[in-house]
């Protein structure tokens, strides 16, 4: 088990670090100027000179490798630099904003979870049935919803009309509902799809059938066999979910008026501020890297196959 | 021995139902078995051998089910039990080893906990009370250290190896009656050879009796007092298996006895002389 | 969903379809189509609900509402086809390369994979539509990179697999060339699969297009886009909601109905991808 945990960690040094590389040259190479945009921000206006100090304060004039290896050398020590827009490290401004994003993408995949296994649980058991088709029309309705156009017609619902729950901003529970709700949809119906899926496949599998022959109590049967097995291919499914979350966090932060890294992050975009759209981009990937490291463990935990290294068997 | 016979099957009957109607698939298909007996079921593939099991067990996959016939096991009518309560027998009154062993243990699952469920499912003592039983049974099936296999899972061992696992599983409860369905098919010659070895003493041991279901004939040759001709779902021939081998009544069974002697013809004229000759003798 | 073949299912499908070719009509046709100029500004007609002449009212800056849903449609059609486009020939240039040749090509090829898919999709996007500018063809561009990866395993999977058939063997024994085998024995298939892949996603990925021009990263105003047309009525949704309303139904149905024959498609797919899926 630590062995699998200890070569999934070695491979992933390695990649981060070229990751940085391509974040790095990605923005040297892509649109515009930063020290024409530096200037911008900081409403100097662009002269010849202006520009070749601050290309030279931006350390642009050195060559490609020396530049990264610099930025490299600073960020081991957490320092990305400072917004061209705020003035302030970023890394400081990012892990402020951080928390509330966290929040709300953990709230979020609290609540796929909890609402997506029951539901998909009850309806592969009683497939067929009233809750179950219901379950499948919405699950499929809700996988086709824009989040946006969702997120809008729930403040529209419960804020405007009926005034039950504040429409933007944080605080509270009753702030995190709406929100939650909006970004842990498609999560959800997506989730209850694949649950339902994999357990009717389960459901009629040899292993079942032999516990059946061996007289094996239903519940154990059911709960044992079935549901094991069933709930991996949804264990592997929560990485996809974790990065799904992650983007759609941003969409639901602009929507809500939540104080998180998302809403942020855009308009640093919006604005050309570098150093901002880099450490941003490299913060949500080691987030999602680490989540996805953390669920492959748990799906090592779960499937003895894959300890031993025997994907893919049955 | 006038006891009950250790099962009894009157006029099984399986359909399958679907949008259009029902289709039969075994019709009117009694056996009976008796203790220290093997009752061979041979047939070739599709013919409702399988489904046959499944339906005494009560087991029958989605859009099947029993239409007629009875079912007893020891005496006691079981077709017209309800699930939970057929479950009971399952494993206590028969026991049922399956082909394809890979497929039929959960790969997350140890071995052991294969066995603590299946002695905690019929009420028997499990704190350590179901480590004597699996020890003793995995013995019985010929592997000298049960306490290294219990902690194995499945995929780590070999086909052979699960099913041996299996035949002690189906002991575990001390069942008077085995049904094997195809215990031998997936297997090697030599993984083969000693599960029917393995089958033919535990006969002879513990006085079982045997619903063997194969549609290999050397098979039935090897462990068989008795066997049944299955077809299209019907019963056409039934008898001692010398009888039947040796004066087939039926065309069919005929062809399925030539089928097979000429296959073994084959092999033997294209290594006989390799084999040497004490491989001139019949092959049954 | 399972029931395969019921009434309903199929009565989804010809209304899915039905959908489709509505709105390959309506982007194709739109200056027929659509009554006004879906620009054209008149801020002494802004906000009116619906009446003569504006079917479903205008928006604020006095633009038909109607007319930017038709025009909308040629931008959403026209910007997944062209992302579908690019990202079939990428993964397929990736893949078939990696799984043809072997070798330390494949390896190079696949860690490239691997470093793109280490990102999560929407913020790899963001960041290349920051790299990149705004725009309609960086965000074709942003979404078929994130995208092309995924894709590109599936190709080197199905390659491989393909290498070893017999027909493949039996034409290089003959001394077919490397490149002849590649377009006529290997290609077709691999094609196949993932066009029907691709039909699978194209919901997602009209999702993603919507979503960044909504934030204001992708399709500029005042270009009409359904998720831009989202992003400008933003502040009426307390006062004129109908303007958030229709472009996000827009979106739904038309996510929906592509994402209804994809639910057939994937009955047919080939286990074997499907289990290399999410």
């Given amino acids: 088990m630590w062995g699998y945990v200890g070569r999934r960690i070695l491979v992933l040094g390695p990649m981060l670090v070229l990751v940085s590389v391509v974040v790095f040259l990605l923005l040297r190479w892509g649109a515009g100027d930063p020290a024409l945009t530096y200037l911008r921000l900081s409403q100097i206006p662009p002269t010849p000179q202006a520009l070749a100090d601050a290309r030279s304060a931006l350390g642009l004039d050195r060559p490609l490798g020396a530049q990264y290896l610099g930025w490299l050398a600073r960020a081991v020590r957490l320092d990305f630099g400072t917004s061209y827009v705020t003035r302030r490290p970023v890394l400081g401004d990012l892990l402020y904003y951080l928390p509330a994003t966290l929040e709300l993408a953990g709230v979020s995949l609290l609540l796929t979870i909890v609402v997506s296994v029951p539901l998909g649980v009850l309806a592969a058991l009683h497939r067929e049935s009233l809750l179950d088709n219901l379950t499948r029309v919405l699950a499929f309705t809700g996988v086709s919803m824009p989040s946006f156009w969702l997120g809008f017609l729930l403040v529209y619902a419960f804020s405007v009309q009926l005034h039950w729950l504040p429409p933007m901003g ?25 649950l339902r899926g994999s357990l009717l496949e389960h459901l009629h599998a040899r292993s079942v059938l032999y516990a059946r022959v061996r007289g094996i109590r239903e519940r154990w049967v059911i709960g044992r066999h079935v549901l094991q097995n069933a709930l991996i291919p949804v264990v592997t499914a929560l990485g996809m979910h974790i990065g799904e979350l992650l983007g759609g966090a941003v969409i639901v932060e602009i929507i809500f008026a939540w104080p998180g890294v998302g809403r942020y992050a855009v308009s640093a975009i919006y604005n050309r501020d570098y150093p901002v759209m880099q450490c941003f981009t490299l913060l949500m990937t080691v987030i999602f890297v680490g989540c996805n490291l953390a669920v492959d463990i748990l799906y090592a935990w779960l499937d003895p196959r894959i300890r031993f290294g025997r994907e893919n068997t049955a | 021995m006038t006891a009950h016979p250790v099962l009894r099957v009157t006029e099984l009957e399986i359909a399958a139902f679907g949008p259009h109607g029902s289709l039969p698939l075994v019709r009117g298909v009694s056996l009976s078995v008796l203790a220290n007996r093997v009752v061979g079921l041979i047939g070739e593939s599709g013919c409702g051998k399988s489904l046959t099991c499944l339906g005494i067990l009560g087991l029958l996959p989605g859009n099947l089910r029993r239409t007629r016939g009875e079912v007893f096991l020891r005496g006691e009518a079981v077709h017209t039990l309800a699930p939970d309560a057929m479950r009971r027998h399952c494993g206590r009154s028969v026991a049922m080893i399956l082909q394809n062993p890979m497929s039929c243990f959960d790969a997350v699952h140890t071995i052991g906990r294969h066995f603590r469920e299946t002695v905690a499912s019929h009420g028997l003592q499990t704190n350590g009370g179901f480590r004597d039983r699996a020890r003793s ?107 039947v081998f040796a004066a087939p009544r039926e065309s069919y069974t005929a062809s399925l006895l030539r089928a097979h002697h000429r296959l073994d013809r084959d092999y033997r004229t294209h290594l006989g002389a390799w084999l040497g000759p004490a491989a001139g003798t019949e092959s049954a | 969903m399972s029931c395969e073949g019921s009434p309903v299912r199929r009565g989804l499908l010809v209304a899915a379809l039905v959908v489709i070719g509505a709105l390959a009509a309506a982007a194709l046709l739109a200056p027929w189509v659509a009554p006004h100029d879906p620009t054209a500004i008149d801020l002494a007609r802004k906000l009116q609900p619906p009446g003569k002449g504006c079917f479903l009212g205008t928006d604020h800056l006095g633009r038909d509402l109607w007319s930017r849903l038709v025009y909308g449609a040629r931008v959403s059609i026209g910007t997944v086809v062209a992302i579908v486009a690019l990202i079939l020939v990428l993964s397929l240039a990736v893949g078939c390369t990696a799984g043809y040749a072997g070798g330390w090509v494949d390896a190079l090829l696949m860690r490239a994979c691997d470093l793109f898919l280490t990102f999560p999709t929407f913020i790899l996007a963001m960041f290349l539509i920051g790299v990149l500018g705004t725009g309609l063809v960086n965000v074709i561009l942003a979404i078929a990179f994130t995208h092309w990866a995924w894709y590109a395993r599936i190709v080197r999977a199905l390659v491989l697999t393909l290498k070893q058939r017999n027909y493949v063997l039996a034409a290089r024994v003959a001394g077919t060339s490397r490149g002849r085998i590649l377009i006529r024995h290997i290609l077709p298939p691999v094609l196949a699969q993932l066009a029907i892949l691709a039909t699978l996603d194209i919901g997602h990925m009209m999702l993603h297009v919507s979503g960044l021009s909504f934030l204001g990263l992708g399709v500029q105003p005042p ?22 309303l229709y472009p996000g139904l827009m979106i739904f149905l038309t996510v929906m109905a592509f994402n209804i024959p994809g639910d057939h498609l994937r009955d047919v797919l080939d286990p074997v991808v499907r289990t290399q899926g999410a």
């Fill in chain 3, 223 to 244: 270009t009409p886009e359904w998720g831009v047309m989202i992003n400008d009525a933003r502040q009426y949704v307390w006062t004129q909601p109908a303007l958030i």
């Fill in chain 2, 137 to 243: 049974a995995l013995h019985e099936v010929g592997f000298d250290e049960p306490d290294a296999i219990l902690g194995l899972y499945p995929f780590q061992m070999s086909g052979g190896m699960l099913q041996r696992v299996m035949i002690a599983l189906a002991l575990l409860l001390e069942p008077p009656l085995l049904i094997a369905d195809e215990p031998t098919t997936d297997l090697d010659a030599v993984a083969q050879a000693t599960i029917l070895d393995l089958l033919a003493s535990l006969r002879k041991r513990r006085g079982l009796g045997v619903l063997l279901v194969t549609h290999d004939l050397s098979v039935i040759a090897r462990l068989a007092d008795e066997v049944a001709v299955m077809r299209e779902g019907a019963i056409i021939e039934r008898g001692p298996v010398t009888a």
């Fill in chain 1, 170 to 194: 944080r605080g509270g529970v009753a702030h995190l509902v709406l929100p939650a709700i909006t970004l842990a949809l498609m999560s959800t119906c997506i989730n209850i799809r694949l």
